[in-house]
């Protein structure tokens, strides 16, 4: 008898917080789960961890290795592929559940039969300290303004707070392996616009783990993939034009700042993108500077 949810969780030298990550789907109040983990590449202790937990259930536990690093959007699509349950649920490898996450999920998906993504709201805490620091979960407003609010981002859903169906994760055209940031926000809107319906359990199950320093270290790069997301979404006819130019623009123009004095030549292409999109003279003349400074820069 195949399992009502499949848990699909990435991992990636994951082995200090793997164990703790996996204690809150022991302790889950909704039993009927497969779960899989797929190590990509890392080849640290994850397999032990994952081992060691398999002993302690009674349901299926399978471990899956990429031999090379492939990236997390690769790796989430490798274990929904040999998945066996039409519900898809996902998780990182240092997050965390309350123990009714499941079962909210569930419950919600059946008083709500048309969704076919479904998701909790998440508690932020701070991975040193454990201290919470922010409470994401959508708005009546904000829910009531979907697809624009989700465009916008506005509504945001972190990706172990989600729960979706096979068909739609294959009807989006699974997770994008391009990106290597920002993948979760791209797939989403993928999913909107190929008719997903959403559904929210109203409570906050989820449990992020927030790292120091990540946002500072990789902000530019970060910047490049939110700007990449909206160019990817120009022709999204269910939002308004000029918001999809101003917001692709302001994208590459907050890229091209970010890379400007490290990079030159990679920030003219981005102001340039800028331009292309929705032409500001601040943007061209940063560009022109850029330009020259490229020009000037050694080799």
């Not at 789960?33 to 890392?42: K, N, T």
């Not at 699509?77 to 349950?85: D, F, L, R, S």
Request: charge should be positive; charged fraction near 30%.
């Amino acid at each position: 008898m195949l399992p009502a949810l499949s848990i699909c969780i990435p991992a990636y030298k994951a082995d200090r917080f793997l164990g703790e990550t996996l204690a809150s789907v022991y302790r889950q109040t909704f039993a009927d789960w497969e779960l899989l983990i797929v190590e990509d590449g890392s080849r640290d202790g994850t397999e032990d961890i994952v081992r060691q937990f398999a002993k302690t259930v009674t349901q299926s536990v399978r471990f899956i290795r990429h031999e090379v690093n492939k990236g997390l959007p690769a790796t989430r699509n490798t274990a929904i592929e040999v998945a066996q349950a039409e519900w898809i649920v996902l998780l990182d490898s240092d997050d965390l559940w309350e123990t009714t996450h499941l079962a909210e999920l569930v419950a919600t998906a059946r008083a709500n039969p048309k969704a076919d993504l479904v998701h909790s709201g998440s508690v932020l805490f701070d991975s040193d300290t454990g201290r919470e620091t922010e409470h994401r979960y959508p708005s009546p407003e904000v829910l009531k303004e979907f697809p624009r609010s989700l465009y916008e981002g506005r509504y945001i859903i972190q990706p172990a707070s989600v729960m979706l169906k096979r068909s739609l994760w294959e009807r989006a055209g699974r997770f994008d392996p391009a990106f290597r940031y920002v993948e979760d926000r791209d797939m989403w809107l993928r999913c909107a616009r190929a008719g997903g319906i959403f559904a929210f359990t109203g409570r906050n199950t989820c449990r992020y783990r927030k790292h120091a320093n990540a946002l500072s270290t990789h902000s530019a790069a970060m910047a490049e993939a939110d700007a990449a997301v909206f160019d990817k979404h120009l022709d999204w006819e269910a939002i308004p034009s000029e918001l999809r130019r101003q917001r692709a623009a302001h994208g590459w123009a907050a890229a091209g700042k970010l890379r400007q004095r490290g990079a030159p030549a990679v920030a003219q292409r981005h102001f340039r993108r800028a331009c292309e999109t929705d032409w500001r003279l601040e943007w061209w003349l940063r560009g022109q500077a850029c330009r020259m400074l490229s020009l000037l820069k050694p080799r």
